[in-house]
């Protein structure tokens, strides 16, 4: 029997959401799915104004396709161009050549409308793919250099006026963005901050339509607060290289004018020969199958589809109803292919955010939570790392967070830079190589044992080591052993009684000498007080564990020498900065595990805070970090995701 051939048109939201669901669902099923794209990654489109606005490097919203779908095998990636859709014959046609399919998902998304105003395509800038990211990033870092040495001053106002038409969610977050960028620009540039004109035009008579107007309104104040204008009912009529012109005749001069007024589907499926709608939106019934193609198995989702949930109201072109666009597609496909009911698309938008630069925003989620300000900016964060999760990427959600949290400049995150890992690591270099030592020289001791030296390897592992036969942890069940095991040695003698007696001695141990002096709580030593220790006895639960661990004298013996060695390799990974963040965390659960077991004091507790500072990559500043991490991460990322190319 031939395998069934799914063919999914774009790796966009919802191209990425369809082909993940048909993955999971029909693995082990005798199918076979493609997914086409003109490029070789997924672009993270939510996040375009942050690279459009100089906040994080171009790599941080693109996501491969090999690293996305490696573990997916019943998934092909090819990259190409689609030209054409044979419907009668169910073969869809590219620049490379030909796909036949069983089943077939558009899902080829949109592009900008400029409604024919003269002079966009021409003079203005679009923000709706990677490439027009990477273009304006470049314009303005040009235009702002040609401002700096500019001598005509109306000239050069001129050219440090940037003006976003549209008040959507992508205009707002971009001028939001060029408010955080323009600090740093003005400081490269020696100029002024106050030489920067930024501007919003939106020919209706409010903004951010889909958000409630009372946090439209604080958006709205925020932006006025921090320079930005504000001008409604303007709509623009003509776009000129260094000019725009408004309805009511006025013009201002401008060198850049970035176009976020509308959403229209793409030209690119303009020619399937499928019922179009508004924007060219082509037309699908409730099951998200192209309207008149029923019979051939064609689904149209994401931007590109036009369908009327409500009457009069097709579905809007955002994130979510990409997603569950998407979603309902691919679930009627596997139930064509496995047998059952198909379901009717029902959406289920749980909300809307905008943010306005890097450390503000404003979201209405569920329709009654509101939220603004840090709390806003919080929950967008954790709805993209929710996004990574959906479709099954630790990779990239890791990246996320370091390029969001870790790897940012000018303070341009919601921690306003305190999580900013820029600092110099070289400064921690001898704290870790002390660190190194400290651990060192007391895992030592416990080799030497009291009379041992360093230099006379006869001398070690002598009374007082923790390679003896004496236990040394002061658990009680491992004390009691050692008593009766004690007493039962000397039964045989005439010194039963006094072997007894040492043994409840030894029973009794973290006591002795010190029971004779009450302990002192404090944070360093101080001459003549007796230290105080974290906890005096264990929890009843970390006991239960403990006895689990070490049932007996012999178990317990071996997690001496263990913990032993341990300490040691701890040691000489500090010192030559060798898995550094593994060596610290290492060292944070030990020194949590000797507290619970009542063999810790709280002067020593700064063990735990210098192990968390040594986590900020001090070892790749003079240490085999700087090395041996970069290598393993090229060699267990070719394992685990295969080769990533530039071309499927």
């Known amino acids: 029997m031939a395998k069934e051939k799914i063919i999914v048109i774009g790796a966009g939201y919802s191209g ?104 966009v395509k021409e003079n203005g800038f679009t923000l709706w793919s990677f490439e027009d990211a990477l273009k304006i990033r470049k314009h303005i870092e040009e235009i702002v250099e040609k401002a700096a040495i500019e001598p005509d001053a109306e000239k050069r106002k001129a050219m440090l006026t940037f003006v976003v038409c549209g008040s959507g969610f992508t205009g707002i977050e971009m001028v939001g963005e060029l408010m955080d960028w323009r600090d740093r620009l003005a400081k490269d ?36 607060k921090h320079g930005v204008e504000i001008l409604t ?105 496995k047998g059952g009911e198909k379901h009717p698309f029902k959406s289920n938008y749980q909300g809307f955010m905008v943010s306005i630069g890097s450390r503000y925003g404003v979201a209405n989620l569920f329709g009654k939570i509101k939220l603004s300000g840090f709390f806003a900016m919080f929950m967008k964060h954790v709805v993209n790392l929710k996004y990574f999760f959906d479709i099954r990427s630790g990779y990239y959600m890791f ?10 400049k000018d303070e341009r995150n919601i921690m306003r830079g305190h999580s900013s890992r820029y600092g110099n690591v070289l400064w921690s270099v001898p704290l870790r190589i002390f660190y190194g030592f400290m651990w060192l020289i007391e895992s030592m001791k416990k080799v030497l044992g009291d009379n041992g030296h360093l230099f006379q390897p006869s001398t070690w592992f002598g009374e007082g080591s923790w390679f003896t036969d004496h236990i040394v942890f002061p658990f009680p069940w491992l004390q009691e052993q050692a008593a009766t095991t004690g007493a039962s040695a000397a039964a045989g003698g005439s010194g039963a009684a006094e072997a007894t007696s040492a043994a409840s001695g030894a029973a009794a141990s973290g006591g002795g000498e010190a029971a004779t002096q009450a302990a002192h709580f404090g944070f360093s030593y101080a001459y003549g007080e007796q230290p105080m220790q974290v906890l005096d006895h264990m929890p009843k639960w970390f006991e239960s564990i403990m006895k689990f661990m070490m049932p007996n004298k012999e178990v317990a013996l071996f997690f001496q020498k263990f913990m032993t060695i341990v300490e040691i390799g701890i040691a000489l990974a500090l010192i030559v900065g060798l898995f550094t963040w593994l060596a610290s965390a290492t060292t944070i659960a030990l020194v949590v595990a000797f507290c619970l077991s009542g063999m810790f004091f709280w002067v020593n507790i700064w063990f735990i805070p210098v192990a968390i500072a040594l986590m900020n990559g001090s070892g790749r500043a003079f240490g085999l970090d700087h090395w041996v991490v970069p290598w393993l991460q090229r060699k267990l990322g070719h394992w685990w995701y295969g080769d990533v190319k530039s071309r499927y």
């Open 189 to 224: 540039f020696k100029l002024s901050k106050d030489d920067f004109t930024l501007k919003v035009v939106e020919a209706m008579p409010t903004i951010l339509n889909m958000l409630d107007r009372g946090g439209a309104a604080k958006a709205e104040r925020y932006m006025k």
């Open 399 to 408: 990246q996320y967070i370091m390029h969001e949290f870790f790897h940012i």
């Open 16 to 119: 990425v959401a369809a082909t993940k669901l048909l993955s999971k669902k029909l693995k082990g099923t005798d199918t076979q799915i493609t997914l086409i794209d003109r490029h070789s990654y997924h672009t993270m489109m939510t996040e375009l104004h942050e690279v459009a606005g100089g906040r994080v490097e171009p790599t941080a919203i693109q996501y491969d396709l090999q690293r996305l779908f490696c573990h997916n095998k019943n998934v092909e990636i090819v990259t190409d161009t689609v030209t054409g859709i044979d419907k009668e014959n169910k073969v869809v046609q590219t620049k490379m050549g030909e796909y036949p399919f069983d089943y077939l998902i558009i899902g080829m998304g949109g592009e900008p409308n400029d409604f024919g105003t003269p002079g």
């Open 233 to 337: 009912e303007s709509p623009i009529v003509e776009v000129a290289k260094d000019h725009i012109v408004l309805k009511d005749g006025s013009t201002i001069p401008t060198h850049t004018l970035i176009w976020t007024a509308g959403v229209k589907a793409t030209s690119d499926a303009a020619d399937f020969g499928i019922e179009k709608a508004r924007a060219n939106r082509l037309v699908a019934n409730q099951y998200m199958q192209a309207k008149g193609y029923e019979d051939k198995n064609i689904y149209i989702i994401g931007d590109l589809v036009y369908y009327e949930e409500t009457p009069g109201k097709p579905t809007p072109q955002i994130v979510q109803a990409a997603e569950q666009t998407a979603h309902c597609a691919a679930e009627n496909v596997i139930a064509s292919i």
